[in-house]
């Protein structure tokens, strides 16, 4: 009974974690997006960066409103199902949560509501300044919450107390400038803004050539080619963060979780000059005798743990007999091979569906060139579902990796080594099968009316295109002051 509600929950949260995270990466990148298409908009008095700022903006909101939805449900599994683990980490893992809420989503929605219902009201230079503070607080909500994230996979600033039985705090500042977040927040939020790069880019370009195709080339090089090219900016720009970040979180993932890293190439046996295979053919257990590796280059998995092509790196049967000697044998201390290997490629492959996109915008439309070249439009269309795939990915491989561990060992020396937990440790001893069976198929049935409707919204509106004449409604904008101080609305009037 115990194995199958522990294996529920983790099928629950997992669930529910990757649900959620589809939404996350487009809400931080595509706000900051939108707040440059007003500042252009304020700064130049035109009025296209108008029609791209209402047009987009509509799509963040929406997606803003299904990711808080379901965010929320992350927050009542942890004192829920995995109450075990809240117990044993809380005063640790809790703080930078609500550091979160209390500085980050507080300000975020109460400005997004300003900038929701304060366009006629508000001058525009304030209005603008209410969508800079949600694209902030966004990305500071992302910092706290990857602070925690990041201790559950290289626990400091903390200490077992034997007396409670509990991890307790010591160092907030450690917690909240652990390396690991340092090198995760960048590459987290690269991939944000990589994510609305290619969503903004890829619009636009299928907008473009639909336009140019139907005659009106006129519109598509005045309003949506300048947003293909804010977007392929954002792409390219934050496409090198990412691959920067990344070797950096990686070499740092060979030194505080080497069993991941190991898995993620399936190295099962201490050697140098590990190579990196492409692909891959066996069955989905974790016999490695069962894998066939093709495509391999040598020295790649080396030079990426060490800046060295001929490095030794440990295997994952080595590391085994590790674990084994230090926290106690029975336990199988490899992640799922399968899993961990295909998302860490997979995670790299959707991507590259988003580089096809940026090298053939940028040729298509060089010299200020519009494009009806009916390729550009399927490689728009091909990479809006494979970015948001590329994020998932990479977030499956962060969190499978570091099983079995819900709070990963810290091999550093300096570091407190008995702070850690494993999965099987963290699940809730109250909460059984059935309870956690009803809640995931209840979730699953409601996640699922929740998608049908995010995506006829999103089509809805970006089928429907920009406004063709908008109004500026600012107060500002002196076609809008009443002539007759009698007409003026009161100010709490609706």
Known sequence: ??????????????V??????????????????????????????????LRLTKFFGKLLLINFAIGIATGIVQEFQFGMNWSEYSRFVGDIFGAPLALEALIAFFVESTFLGLWIFGWDKLPKRVHLATIWLVAG??????????????????????QFDPETGRATMVDLGAVLTNPTVLAAFPHTVGAAFLTAGTFVAAICAWWMVRLVRAGDEAKARE???PGL?????????????????????????????????????AHMDTSSQVPMSLFAVGDLSNNPESVRRYVEIPGVTSFLATNHWDAELQGVNDLQRLYEEKYGAGVDY???????FWSFRLMIGFALFAGVLALLALWLTRQGRVSDNPWLRRAALWSLPTIFLASSAGWIFTEMGRQPWVVAPNPNPEGVDMVWQLTARGVSAQVGPVSV????????????????????????YTVGGVEDDPHDPS????????????DQPLSFAY
């Not at 529910?16 to 007003?38: K, N």
């Open 137 to 158: 607080a966004s990305t500071v909500s992302a910092y706290f919450i990857l602070s925690a994230n990041s201790w559950m996979q290289h626990p400091v600033g903390a």
């Open 437 to 460: 069976v009803l809640s995931l198929v209840l979730f699953t049935l409601l996640y699922g009316v929740l998608a049908v409707a995010w995506y006829r919204l999103m089509h809805r």
């Open 229 to 265: 090219q804010l977007g392929l900016v954002v792409m390219v720009v934050s496409a090198a963060v990412v691959a920067l970040s990344g070797h950096w979180q990686g070499q740092l993932m060979f030194s505080q979780q080497p069993m991941k890293m190991a898995a993620a190439e």
């Open 223 to 225: 309003v949506y080619r």
């Open 334 to 340: 490899v992640p799922n091979l399968a899993v961990t």
């Open 475 to 486: 107060p500002d904008n002196p076609a809008n002051r009443a002539t007759d101080e009698a």
């Open 16 to 49: 529910t974690t990757v649900y959620h995270f589809i939404f996350v990466p487009l809400t931080i990148g595509l706000s900051t997006l939108v707040a440059i298409m007003q500042t252009l908009w304020v700064r130049r008095a035109d009025k296209r960066w």
């Open 1 to 14: 009974m115990a194995a199958d509600a522990l294996d529920l929950a983790r099928w629950q949260f997992g």
